[in-house]
């Protein structure tokens, strides 16, 4: 079946540092979201990304589908530690499903 | 800002009782869905909701479960008997659009079955 695949599952960071997480599909997506889930909390929509080769940018946050669109990535510049949380990709699932698959998620810690 | 609102926060209840998990969508929002996460693990669909009836479901979604939009705001799961796996937190979302678009979530209902 499909499967929305993240890596890292884990990440910590020093404050200030910039990184890379990345999503995988096993299909072709017509969309991409992302949603951010700080600890105890739910998932909060972040962004949505379409066209094959988007790059949307959210202040300290860039997020790219890939060409293919079957992949996307989540940079983060200057990490701050109001960015720990969980960050999870979804896409809709095959054959036109009105559902989102979810990944496992990346959940980022950040040492001050 | 309008928000999904749960309520409980949090429900415990014995093996083989029926809970109700109550949620009110987003005033103008057409599209309703459940979804559960299981303690550190990836959201999981559960069923999807449209103009009063059901559009899609997933392989847990049996016949245990059911959803029910009473009226024009509220927006129930119904588990008729509970099991111990169903411990979870159940959250609900909704959107103003069709096919897996955007969708604004609840806080959550954290189900304790024991």
């Known amino acids: 079946g499909q499967q929305v695949m993240q890596i890292p599952q884990y990440q910590h960071v020093q404050e200030g540092e910039d990184f890379t997480t990345y999503c995988n599909s096993s299909?072709?997506?017509?969309?991409i979201q992302w949603y951010k889930q700080r600890p105890g909390g739910h998932p909060v929509f972040l962004i949505q990304?379409?066209?094959?080769?988007e790059v949307k940018k959210q202040k300290r946050l860039t997020f790219q589908f890939g060409e293919a669109k079957k992949n996307s990535s989540l940079h983060i510049t200057a990490t701050q530690t109001t960015d720990v949380g969980t960050y999870f990709c979804?896409?809709?699932?095959?054959?036109?499903?009105?559902?989102?698959?979810f990944g496992k998620g990346m959940k980022l810690t950040v040492n001050p | 800002e309008p928000e999904v609102t749960q309520t409980p926060s949090h429900q415990v209840t014995q093996m083989g009782q029926e809970v109700i998990l109550r949620c009110v969508p987003i005033?103008?929002?057409?599209?309703f869905y459940w979804y559960r996460q299981i303690l550190g693990q990836k959201v999981e669909f559960l069923v999807s909701?449209?103009?009063?009836?059901?559009?899609?479901k997933s392989e847990i979604f049996d016949d245990q479960f059911s959803v029910e939009r009473p009226d024009g705001s509220n927006f129930t799961l119904k588990i008729r008997s509970t099991k111990l796996e169903d411990s979870a937190m159940y959250f609900c979302?909704?959107?103003?659009?069709?096919?897996?678009?955007?969708?604004?979530f609840g806080p959550g209902t954290r189900l304790t079955v024991t």
């Open positions: 979302a909704s959107s103003p659009y069709q096919w897996a678009a955007e969708q604004y």
């Open positions: 299909t072709t997506l017509s969309n």
């Open positions: 990304l379409v066209k094959s080769g």
């Open positions: 979804a896409g809709p699932g095959e054959g036109g499903s009105e559902k989102l698959v």
């Open positions: 005033s103008n929002h057409l599209y």
């Open positions: 909701f449209y103009n009063n009836e059901i559009s899609e």
